[in-house]
């Protein structure tokens, strides 16, 4: 994973990759705690599954919603969107993202 898309540093082991015309990407990624992604959007779109801790995902325009371990969160493709954990909680996830990836800037939630 490029550390330059996250607030911090995130470990990863990726479960399955496929590089035909819409690649599918699978993998698990750990956030230690208050660390997330920068906003992004895959082409086709992606489903998270918190396999444990908690964390915080939001869309573009929507609320923050806090995940933990169970809940199960896709966003459409094209869709913009971060993910990570929450402040006192480590949280990992299996990540299905379908498409390329691509980067903007970092997100401004900052938890109470």
């Given at each position: 994973m490029d550390p330059t898309h996250f607030t911090g540093p995130v470990t990863s082991h990726p479960l399955h990759t496929s590089a035909?015309?819409?690649p599918v990407r699978v993998g698990?990624?750990?956030f230690q705690p208050g660390i997330?992604?920068?906003w992004h959007r895959h082409d086709g779109g992606q489903v998270l599954h918190v396999v444990d801790g908690a964390g915080y995902v939001q869309s573009r325009g929507e609320e923050v919603h806090r995940i933990e371990a169970g809940d199960i969160v896709s966003a459409a493709?094209?869709?913009e969107h971060w993910h990570g954990a929450g402040p006192d909680s480590?949280?990992?996830h299996?990540?299905?993202s379908i498409g390329e990836t691509t980067w903007l800037e970092p997100s401004e939630f900052e938890p109470i």
């Open positions: 035909e015309a819409h698990v990624v750990h997330r992604n920068h493709p094209g869709e480590a949280m990992s299996v990540a299905v």
